[in-house]
């Protein structure tokens, strides 16, 4: 699939996006808690019924693009026959779930599709918000269909969890902290809108969390990276990644190396 088939299919990938935003907001209870059934599952994290439903229906409208793609979410997993390098959709139906349970507005649906190894397309809604971040290679970054504005420089703001925040900020200085972002994806696409300069993500994260976020950072023009400015490799497994930093800053490979000091430092007895 070349870049100009990847971008032809983002209209209708940010219809599908809408779509599973405004079904996700029929169980949405901003500062309630929310009104679909909740459970558990393995490593104790929580689901919902809106996030099956949201997969369900993302399965069959993203299905009906390519029956060549294969399918990775937090939900299920389908591998084309090819291989991890053919094109793949990961999908993350609510990004944010703990937030999106407890009625904070900064939860996403997040959509990208991935072909050797790096994302092609990428749709990351935030339907409490109504905004719609859309990215293909190449191509730049839109919210809610206008080229996004990077004139400005963003503050020297750092979001992420706070343990390794607090220790990125003991090893650097000229930074302060923004107040948690419930989810990952919208935490990296802040740094894309210029909100704030850095966006960390512990380890652990997986390839649903941070694909689509990845592409419109770097169509904005920065980076996601590991703390050796090594950009993230997507093979459409679940598997999990190490400490990831996100920036637009021209220092970035700078920060990350900092960031990296700060937790080598902190693990010394």
Known sequence: MSQTDAALLLP???AAAREAGALAMGWFRRGEKTSARVWTKDGDSPVTEADVAIDEMLSQRLGALGAHIGWLSEEAERHPESGSDAPAWIVDPIDGTRGYIS????WAVSIALVQAGRPQLGCLYLPALDRLLTASAGNGVACNGAPLALTEAAPRIAAGPRPVLD???AHVEGFSVHP???SLAARIAAVA???IAIAIASDGAREWDVAAADLIVEEAGGRLTDLHGKPVRYDATPRRHGVLIASC????????QSLGAALANSARP
């Open 12 to 14: 209708a990938v940010a």
């Open 180 to 182: 948690k972002i419930p």
């Open 249 to 256: 800053e021209p220092d970035h490979d700078s920060l990350a």
């Open 193 to 195: 809108e210029r909100q």
């Open 167 to 169: 220790k990125f900020m």
């Open 103 to 106: 009625g904070a507005d900064l």
